[in-house]
């Protein structure tokens, strides 16, 4: 599949936003760790804002940081969200409460409980009534989700932005699913060159072998390795050098894709 | 169908040019399903026909919920596998009861063989997964520590993508994979997920479709948000007074149709939207649900009038029935037939979508319209042409609609390959 990328959004520890993070990923400023604290989501109504967790936050935010890149708007824009996960803070909440005696389980937890619910928000707040999809693809939900926006602008679609999002789960659970840093990685793909297009890339599914791109920088690279959302670095990093590149992205297990990519 | 239909309006637009996103028509080479209405084919279409509801007082685990569910019973869920018991929950053991029914294990293979096990993808959906393994886990942490058991296996049990990774590694699949999870559209959505890899040239083939399990998050959720009928659940009834929780799969392998599949039952058209309008209640005028059905006519190079039954989302709550009706009434006005087949099946949640998508074939296949089970009087406020009673009518090209928490609508249009 080839598609081009129009813009990319990104949100992580010491990562807030595409316009620190790209000097830090090209390598022309070091990276420094500084603790995630929770994007603004002004565009959501108050009374939603109030209710909605970490997921909810992170991909609104990452999605708004790429769509600032360019000029293009939210509300004709397909949707594809991925995360290896829901809110970790909900489940533990309901898990404990179903435990118990009581049982009284929150109405607003229990519909945000749904592994959609970032995307419920989304077109809330940006008023939008494209199609959206939400997928899991645990540890390869950055890859699912490129391989589905690809395919829906190779397909159909002008342009499709998706949306990559995980957040830690609190105890007990982290021990089961150790997601290490809340992480967020948005790409506007479009079928076709357009004026504001960064790179193009070409997507190819490969069998057999395990081959996934490492960061160079150490610390970037336990970042990569500790949430599913921040398997995008590799790939932003290439984007962010404007320079010809070809990236892995390890792939269910048993294959990886291949992206070839050239800057526009 | 013959008959006025005030909306022709939409199929002159667009039927003399053909739409760029029309879709190829993706046959159902093979079938499989379990519910609480039997397992395989057959039995679920005895039920149908012989409107046996598969819904029961609930007594589910330790639930004490005043409503009705719609259960498989836990004496038909065998273990999974022995190779694949990392993979055991009730989700998954759903899931294995479908697959074992109707020749599908046998379809798989012999696409395999043809395709090649690295050209077909496997695209689920389900709303809630294995989570009950951790609800169930929760009750047994370790009273010092607070952890849960070592035997809690997450990432192959609770985790979403579960299913599809136990499905692909029980059929030793290589193709492109994917759990979509958008509650109750998420199986009716896969579909376009298979359609599009299909297109992209990503895969040959296709196993689509979805298992959701009782657990104790969506009996007490839904309890929660006072959605929980009292009694069996009563689609379009006017004292209907909410859902009944089903559990299921469906599962169809989908290919793109060859010379010999004129008349065999194909996907022809999908269409999505959002509502953007709120969580858990849908606009009041059925605003995104009507975009989702043109976009599936669109898709599928047909007009309203080419429909010939709806088998509607209809989860009997006061609000989804006639809001789904205001965007039915209003792009295929009073005669279209319709009904909601969650009388009979519960609503089986993230299932739903392809065990109604299978209802369809059935119904096309056996020549009938299913009406509406514990239906008893129609809401008079809702002017849809809705079969309380079974019709005799043998369908030819039929709609199907499912749509979720967070404004998530799919809607599917089936019939033969060939018109």
């Known amino acids: 599949m080839r598609v081009f990328v129009e813009s990319v959004g990104l949100i992580g520890p010491g990562l807030p936003g595409w316009q620190i993070a790209r000097p ?37 935010a990452v999605g708004q940081d790429a769509l600032a890149q360019t000029g293009r708007g939210a509300d004709q824009l397909p949707t594809v969200f991925s995360a290896s996960g829901g809110d970790g803070e909900v489940i533990h909440e309901i898990c404990e409460t179903l435990a118990g005696s009581e049982r009284l389980v929150s109405p607003t937890r229990f519909h945000n409980s749904v592994h959609n619910a970032p995307a419920g ?22 890859a699912a989700g490129l391989m589905e926006a690809a395919a829906e602008v190779a397909t159909g679609s002008e342009a499709a932005l998706l949306l990559c999002y995980d957040a830690c789960y609190p105890e007990p659970l982290h021990r089961l699913r150790p997601v290490t840093e809340a992480f967020a990685a948005a790409m506007l793909l479009t079928r076709v060159r357009t004026a504001d297009a960064a790179s193009e890339l070409s997507i190819e599914s490969i069998a057999g072998q395990h081959v996934d791109s490492p960061m160079s920088d150490a610390e970037l690279e336990a970042l990569r390795k500790g949430n599913p959302a921040a398997r995008a670095l590799p790939l932003f990093a290439a984007i962010s050098t404007g320079k010809p590149a070809t990236v892995f992205l390890d792939y269910l297990g048993d294959g990886h894709l291949r992206i070839d990519l050239r800057a526009c | 169908m013959p008959g006025a239909n005030p909306v022709r309006a939409f199929g002159r637009k667009t039927s003399h040019r053909p739409d760029p996103n ?98 077909i993808g496997v695209f689920l959906g389900t709303s ?25 296996l997450y990432a192959t049990t609770h985790n979403n993508y579960s299913l599809a990774d136990f499905v692909r590694t029980y059929f030793a699949l290589g193709g492109p994979s994917v759990v979509v999870s958008t509650a ?76 010999a599949d004129a008349n065999r039952t194909a996907l022809l058209g999908l269409g999505e939207s959002s509502d953007a309008y709120h969580m858990s209640s849908p606009h009041p005028d059925g605003a995104g649900a009507r975009l989702a059905m043109s976009a599936a006519l669109r898709s599928a190079g047909r007009s309203p009038g080419d429909i010939d039954y709806i088998n509607l989302h209809g ?84 709609m199907s609609n499912a749509f979720g928490f967070g404004g998530t609508n799919c809607s599917l249009v089936i019939g033969p390959a060939a018109a």
């Open chain 1, 121 to 142: 928000y989304w077109s809330i707040a940006t008023r939008s009534q494209a199609k959206s999809t939400s997928l899991c693809c645990r540890d390869w939900s950055f």
């Open chain 2, 22 to 119: 029309q879709l190829q028509p993706l046959v159902f080479r093979s079938l499989a399903t379990a519910s609480s209405l039997g397992t395989g084919l057959d039995a679920t279409a005895a039920a149908l026909i012989g409107r046996r509801s598969g819904l029961a007082p609930c007594d589910f685990d330790t639930a004490r919920i005043d409503s009705w569910i719609g259960r498989i019973a836990d004496e038909a869920l065998a273990p999974v596998r022995q190779d694949l018991t990392r993979f055991d929950c009730r989700n998954n053991r759903i899931a294995q009861l479908a697959l074992r029914q109707d020749g599908f294990e046998h379809a798989v293979e012999d696409a395999r063989a043809r395709h090649g096990a690295r050209r």
């Open chain 2, 184 to 259: 109750c559209s998420s199986s009716a959505k896969v579909f376009g997920n298979a359609a599009r890899a299909i297109a992209a040239g990503l895969c040959d083939a296709a196993i689509v479709g979805g298992t959701d399990s009782l657990c104790l998050t969506t009996l007490y959720g839904f309890g929660s948000l006072q959605l929980l009928a009292s009694g069996p659940c009563r689609p379009f009834d006017a004292g209907r007074d909410g859902i009944s929780i089903g559990e299921g799969a469906g599962f169809v392998l989908l290919e793109p149709a060859g010379r």
């Open chain 2, 315 to 398: 989860t009997g709550t006061r609000t989804n029935d006639p809001a789904e009706a205001k965007a039915v009434h209003d792009l295929f006005g009073d005669d279209t037939a319709c009904s909601s087949t969650k009388g009979w099946t519960g609503h089986t949640l993230g299932a739903c979508g392809a065990l109604e998508a299978i209802i369809c074939e059935i119904a096309i296949r056996r020549g009938f319209m299913p009406g509406s089970v514990n239906t008893r009087t129609l809401d008079p406020a809702i002017r849809v042409r809705y079969l309380i009673d079974n019709a005799q009518e043998p369908p030819h090209t039929v």
């Open chain 1, 24 to 60: 830090i990923l090209a390598g022309i400023q070091p990276y420094a760790y500084s603790a995630l604290n929770p994007p603004r989501v002004d565009i959501l109504p108050a009374a939603e804002r109030r209710r909605t967790g970490l997921p909810v936050k992170l991909a609104i």
């Open chain 2, 128 to 152: 809630t997964s294995g989570i009950l393994q951790t609800e169930l886990a929760y009750r047994r942490r370790d009273p010092a520590t607070g952890a849960l058991p070592d035997d809690l």
